[in-house]
């Protein structure tokens, strides 16, 4: 079911400092800040070879990552996304092996404007898991 790794996130204080280390310490090309004011986040995407990494900054007072901020804040690993081929296929094998899918089991669209899902940390193995529709 899983395909490659389309990124890996981590949660951010300060998305412009996170993206000044990325860019100009590790040398990586960092793409400019969006807004996605229906996520609660600002987001930069690190582009490297094989994979991204995704920095994310809490937008808005009920920002979902806010509480993990303030738990880690200089930041940490939030959630991995993997890529999928049928995101409604993936959920509904997931729910029939008794995993609980976030947010009402219903894909939003995510950063790059594909659907997404959230799938609950203490299913699989104390980490977030973000299941991203491959473009068809
Ligand atoms: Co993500």
Known sequence: ???RVNHIAIAVPDIAAASAIYRDTLGAEVTAPQALPDHGVTVVFVLLPNTKIELLE?????STILGFVTK???G???????EVDDILA??????ASGARVLGGGEPKIGSHGLPVLFLHPKDFNGALIELEEKPR
């Open 76 to 82: 940490g690993i939030h959630h991995i996304c993997y």
């Open 90 to 95: 993936a959920r509904d094998h997931l729910v």
């Open 72 to 74: 880690n804040p200089s």
């Open 58 to 62: 809490p937008l808005g007072a009920d």
């Open 1 to 3: 079911m899983l395909g």
